[in-house]
């Protein structure tokens, strides 16, 4: 066996009820005076609850998904203009994107506070969109140093995006079997990932205030982003950055219709990665274990239901396929990509289902 493998240093703080007091610490300890609070509308007086015992200097609410270049640029010149020295991210992936857009360029550090389970708070993976392309990179100096989770924080999600965002995360462990630095480490990471979020999502949907079943999803969450972080973007993820970036369809909803025709598409040349799956979800199989945690979890299954054209496929593949690893476990043409699509597309099985 050999590997290299790389852990990302973050500090996290996890603990229902706990946010506000967590924050507050986390800030002293740092030493901040000018802290940036970003959160969009709907989050910003949740924000500016938690946020009450910190010196903000500036609560910011214009996030957008995606994280448009330009709508980064104008948050990069507001940290500058009110002199920031800490960003405090509160929200869900757009939120974390738009504080790591800043932190791209300005080195700022970050205190992510999830409100979702998409994960993004663990990785130094950055997504910015221009002219309908989405562009992604690698940096360290948006990696956020610390992360608040507190599962009180996710009570008000509703189930729907819950489900959607907690695929989300699934797809993060998925993915994390095969993509270019896969190794031993993140598939063991990427294992419990899936096992927690597969307990915690369907405690989520039956009781949407336990707060158990909110942190397993949190913990989940959390898991199969170190792991992505380390394995990096595979096949699923580069698709899904082309839907998200190109078309505008939303982010958690994308990946958790996607998914389960990836995993098809993969599973055959990728045996020992698919009983992992279907280990960590309780099935024999790893297609049929998803699509029936999907089915209880009533996912979502069709792209055409959240805005993709049918016209817009031949394209979709075509900009797909040419993302797509080279250390995929087996090799995909853009007929291949096409067909995959279509089938999301249309919200039938997939091959092989």
């Known amino acids: 066996m050999e590997f290299d493998h790389t852990t990302l240093g973050q500090r996290v703080l996890f603990g229902a009820g706990k946010a506000a007091a967590n924050l507050a610490e986390e800030v002293r300890r740092r030493g901040s005076t000018a802290v940036m609070v970003i959160a969009e509308g709907r ?36 940290a500058q203009e009110h002199g920031v020295d800490l960003l405090v991210c509160v929200g869900g992936g757009s939120t974390t994107g738009l504080a790591k857009a800043v932190a791209l360029t300005s080195g700022l550090p970050i205190v992510a506070v999830p409100t979702t389970y998409a994960g993004s708070e663990a990785t130094n993976v950055w997504g910015l969109t221009e002219a309908a392309r989405k562009t992604t990179g690698v940096d360290d100096r948006v990696l956020p140093g610390t992360v608040v989770y507190d599962a009180e924080l996710t009570l008000s999600l509703p189930v729907e995006l819950s489900v959607a965002s907690g695929l989300n995360g699934l797809a993060h462990c998925v993915d994390s079997l095969w993509a270019p630095r896969a190794d031993p480490i993140n598939a063991a990471l990427a294992t419990e990932g899936m096992r927690t979020l597969a307990a915690g999502l369907p405690k989520v949907v039956s009781d949407p205030h336990d707060v158990e079943g909110r942190e397993l999803a949190l913990h989940g969450a959390y898991l199969s982003a170190v792991a992505f972080a380390s394995a990096g973007s595979g096949m699923h993820h580069k698709i899904c950055h082309v839907l998200g970036g190109t078309y505008d369809l939303p982010h958690a909803q994308t990946h958790a219709i996607v998914l389960p025709h990836v995993l098809a598409f993969n599973a055959v040349a990728a045996p020992e990665a698919a009983d992992r799956i279907a280990d960590a979800l309780g099935g024999a199989d790893a297609v049929r274990a998803l699509i029936a945690l999907r089915d209880r979890l009533g996912a979502p299954k069709a792209l055409r239901d959240i805005g993709l054209r049918e016209s817009d496929l031949d394209e979709a593949a075509e900009l797909s396929v040419a993302a797509i690893p080279a250390s995929n476990p087996r090799p995909a043409t853009a007929g291949d990509v096409r067909n995959l699509l279509t089938a999301a597309w249309a919200g039938t099985a997939p091959e092989g289902a």
């Open 43 to 78: 989050e910003a007086e949740l924000a500016r609850r938690i946020t009450t015992g910190i010196d903000v200097a500036l609560h910011y609410d214009d996030v957008a998904p995606h994280v448009p270049v330009a709508k980064a640029d104008k948050a990069r010149a507001a």
